[in-house]
């Protein structure tokens, strides 16, 4: 690869090779500068495979089955980093202690009671409101909408300004990597597709919606963000994940719920 396509790809080969199992060329791992600029596109591509593996469960099996081997093929292509984060950030945030203890009960291998108990009741509710949804008509679209908002979520953390834990590499590697009208492009092209997509597949109402739930799932991102910051001073890997997981949460109920 010359070197000038070997820049011109640099970003989102930097951020597949940290968000996926995805084997990158050595070229593309030597910098996180890309991460999250390019976390929704690769967004795009996992929700695609996930929402894929979801429909096919479902008229294979059961939406039930489907839902679950949706979330399964998305933790296996993502080595489960978002869920660990979520458990790693509810284990921080949960029990009442100090900033320092808390920064470094999450810095640890293991998982306590609460990350445990928010992961589990987190995968269930996932699991439900994706078996409803791919149980009804163009459900797959919120599916596909879920995952890419969680990468979207995940990019905000790298606009200017944004503050960043003490002790976090991953944070202070990717601070300040994400533009404004970037993000602002990344979240018009997100919400105006999800609700062209549900709205060509079941019309204006499911179109509207799936929009909604997909505001809704930012907005729980963002007040994941705002109490870890409050809490630990700033965001970590730990909590971009856990911001991505809120989302694509959020998004999954609220689309289950309003999605006719």
């Known amino acids: 690869m010359s070197g000038g396509r070997r820049a011109r790809w640099a970003g989102p080969l930097e951020s597949a090779a940290l968000l996926t199992v995805l084997r990158v060329p050595a070229a593309g791992t030597t910098s996180t500068r890309g991460v999250l600029p390019w976390a929704p596109l690769v967004g795009l591509a996992l929700g695609g495979v996930a929402a894929g593996a979801g429909v096919a469960g479902a008229r294979l099996v059961s939406a039930p089955a489907g839902a679950v081997l949706a979330l399964a093929v ?3 292509l993502t080595r489960a980093l978002h869920l660990d984060g979520l458990a790693d950030t509810a284990d921080g945030l949960g029990p009442l202690r100090g900033r320092e203890r808390a920064l470094q009960v999450m810095h640890q291998g293991d998982v306590g009671p609460f990350g445990v108990v928010t992961l589990v009741l987190t995968l269930l509710l996932q699991a439900a409101a994706a078996a409803a949804l791919l149980g009804g008509q163009g459900g797959w679209v919120a599916l596909w909408t879920a995952v890419v908002v969680a990468r979207l979520a995940m990019a905000r ?4 300004g944004v503050r960043i834990a003490g002790g976090s590499s991953l944070g202070r590697a990717v601070a300040g990597t994400v533009s404004l009208p970037w993000l602002a492009g990344w979240a018009v092209l997100v919400l105006g597709g999800a609700a062209a997509a549900a709205w060509a597949v079941a019309g204006a109402v499911a179109g509207a919606a799936t929009a909604g739930a997909a505001a809704a799932g930012l907005l729980a991102a963002e007040l994941v963000r705002v109490r870890a910051t ?3 001073g700033g965001v970590t890997g730990d909590v971009m ?5 809120a989302a694509a949460t959020v998004v999954l109920l609220v689309a289950a719920a309003s999605v006719p």
């Open 74 to 76: 998305l933790a296996w």
């Open 230 to 232: 409050a809490r630990l």
């Open 157 to 160: 953390t790298g606009l200017r």
């Open 241 to 245: 994940g856990a911001m991505g997981e």
